[in-house]
C-alpha cells in the first residue's frame, strides 16, 4: 500500500536524516539544482496528484512511486544543493578480458581495481544517466549492460542489440527512451533504457539512415548528444570494403527529430571519419565540436564546430597540423584552455595544453611511446583524469586543469589498463 504523506509528515522531511544520495534527486529539469516548486512537484506526485514521470528524478528506483526517502533526498538537494561528484568510474580492458574499477576522489584516493567479480566486455564504452552507469559492450558481446551505484555497481539489466550490431554509443530522452547507434547496421535503434529484466520491451522501434550513408550502404554512426528536441548522430562514412576502412568520404551529422523519431536532415562535415575518445558529442557554446581524424598518421583533420542556430559548418578550427597529430580526444577548460589527446606520426601519443582561439599548443604534460592515451575527462573539483595504457606502468593520470600540473606522481594501478572515465556523484 502506498503511504500518503500528511503536511506535518512533509515538514517533518527537513528533519529525517539523510541517507546515500546516488543521483541529484528533485532535480526535475536537471539543471543540477532543486527548487521549491520541485518540491512540491515531489509532494504531489506522493499524494497522487500526478505522475512519476512528471518529475523522474524524484523516483530513484523506478517504481512508479514517489516515496519518503525520496523526498527527504529531494528536500536535502533543495538546501543543500545537488551532491557533488566523489568517485570515477573506469572501465578497464586488456582487450581480452574487461571490468571495470572506482577510485574515490578525495584524498588518499582509494581504488577498487578491476576484478573478476565486476565483468564487462573487453570492448565497452560507459555513458552515465539518471543514477546508473550503462556500458555499451560492442562488437561480439552486442548489448547495453545497466549497473546501479547504489547497489554495490550491480548488474541491473542487460539486454542484446542484435548479433554483430556493434553498438557504439547511447543518448537519452528520459527513461523510458534512448538511441543506441549501430556501427554495423544501416538504422538506429530506440530503446528503453528501463526495460523489463526479460528485455522484451527493450527495443522500440528503428530510424533509417541509410539515405546519409556513403556507396556501401551502411553510414557508420558513432556519437550522438541530444540538444533540445534534436538527436545529432555522427556519421564516419567509411568504406566497409577495405581492412581498415579508409574514410570514403566527408563524415556528416544525421539530425533526429526526437518528439516524431524522424530522420529531418544532415549536416556536412569538412573533414573526414569523426572520432573521438569522448562521452557523445561535445555541445560547447552554441555548438557542436566534432574530432576528424581523416586517415590515421595524415594530418588532414582537426577540431570542427557546428553552430547550432544556424545548422552550419565554421570548418576545422583547429587543425591536427596546428597540434602535431590526430586529435583523438579534447577537453575544453576556457575559450583560451583546452587539453587534447594527439597521436603523432612516429607511433608515439602526447597530451597536450592548447589555446583553442589561438590555435597554439601550449605544453606537453606527458607523452609515450605507442598510442596509448586514449580518454581524457575533466571532473566537478576542476581535475584532469587521463587513462594511460602505456604497458607496464598502465593507470590513471591526474592534472590539475587550470594549469596542468600532475597531481599524483604516479599513475594510480587499476589492475586492467583504463580504457574509459566518467564521473559519479
Known amino acids: 500500500m502506498r503511504y500518503a504523506p500528511t503536511l506535518s509528515a512533509c515538514a517533518a522531511l527537513f528533519l529525517l536524516p539523510l541517507g546515500a544520495r546516488a543521483q541529484c534527486i528533485g532535480d526535475c529539469d536537471r539543471d543540477r539544482s532543486v527548487s521549491i516548486a520541485e518540491v512540491l512537484r515531489g509532494v504531489t506526485i506522493s499524494l497522487g496528484g500526478a505522475a512519476a514521470e512528471t518529475c523522474e528524478s524524484f523516483d530513484r528506483n523506478r517504481d512508479d512511486v514517489v516515496g ?8 536535502a538537494n533543495a538546501l543543500d544543493g545537488c551532491p557533488r561528484q566523489t568517485q570515477a568510474f573506469v572501465s578497464t580492458t586488456s582487450f581480452q578480458e574487461g571490468s571495470y574499477a572506482t577510485v574515490d576522489l578525495d584524498a ?7 576484478s573478476a567479480q565486476r565483468r564487462t566486455y573487453s570492448d565497452a564504452v560507459i555513458r552515465s544517466f539518471d543514477g546508473f552507469v550503462y556500458v555499451v559492450n560492442r562488437l561480439f558481446a552486442d548489448n547495453i549492460q545497466v549497473l546501479d551505484p ?7 539489466l542487460q539486454c542484446s542489440t542484435g548479433n554483430g550490431t556493434n553498438p557504439h554509443d547511447i543518448a537519452f530522452v528520459n527513461r523510458h527512451k534512448a538511441y543506441v547507434t549501430l556501427f554495423e547496421e544501416r538504422e538506429l535503434l530506440i530503446v528503453n533504457p528501463s526495460a523489463r529484466p526479460d528485455c522484451k520491451d527493450f ?3 528503428r530510424i533509417d539512415l541509410s539515405s546519409l550513408a556513403d556507396q556501401d550502404g551502411v553510414p557508420d554512426m558513432d556519437l550522438m548528444t541530444i540538444v533540445g528536441d534534436r538527436l545529432y548522430v555522427s556519421l564516419q562514412r567509411l568504406d566497409i570494403h577495405t581492412v581498415l576502412r579508409s574514410p570514403a568520404e566527408n563524415g556528416a551529422l544525421a539530425i533526429v527529430d526526437t518528439t516524431t523519431d524522424q530522420l529531418i536532415g544532415s549536416i556536412e562535415l569538412s573533414g573526414e571519419n569523426p572520432f573521438t ?3 557523445g558529442l561535445l555541445v560547447r557554446d552554441g555548438g557542436i565540436w566534432v574530432s576528424e581524424v581523416g586517415e590515421f598518421n595524415t594530418l588532414d583533420g582537426g577540431l570542427e564546430r557546428v553552430d547550432l542556430a544556424t545548422g552550419t559548418s565554421s570548418g576545422i578550427v583547429v587543425s591536427e597540423a596546428d597540434l602535431g597529430g590526430d586529435i583523438t580526444d579534447v577537453a575544453f577548460v576556457s575559450d583560451e584552455l583546452a587539453y587534447a589527446v594527439v597521436n603523432r606520426p612516429g607511433f608515439t601519443t602526447a597530451l597536450v595544453s592548447f589555446n583553442p582561439s589561438t590555435r597554439q599548443v601550449l605544453a606537453s604534460l ?6 596509448n592515451f586514449f580518454d581524457i575527462e575533466l571532473n566537478d573539483r576542476g581535475e584532469l583524469f587521463l587513462a594511460d595504457r602505456t604497458r607496464q606502468r598502465s593507470g590513471i593520470r591526474i592534472f590539475r586543469a587550470s594549469d596542468g600540473t600532475p597531481l599524483i606522481e604516479n599513475p594510480i594501478n587499476l589492475a586492467l589498463p583504463p580504457f574509459a572515465i566518467l564521473f559519479l556523484p
Open 68 to 75: 519518503v526517502d525520496e523526498l527527504v533526498s529531494g528536500v
Open 277 to 279: 575518445g569522448s562521452k
Open 203 to 205: 527495443i522500440l522501434g
Open 366 to 371: 606527458v607523452e609515450t611511446n605507442g598510442y
Open 108 to 114: 588518499p584516493r582509494p581504488v577498487t581495481p578491476s
Open 150 to 156: 547504489a547497489d554495490k555497481l550491480r548488474t541491473r
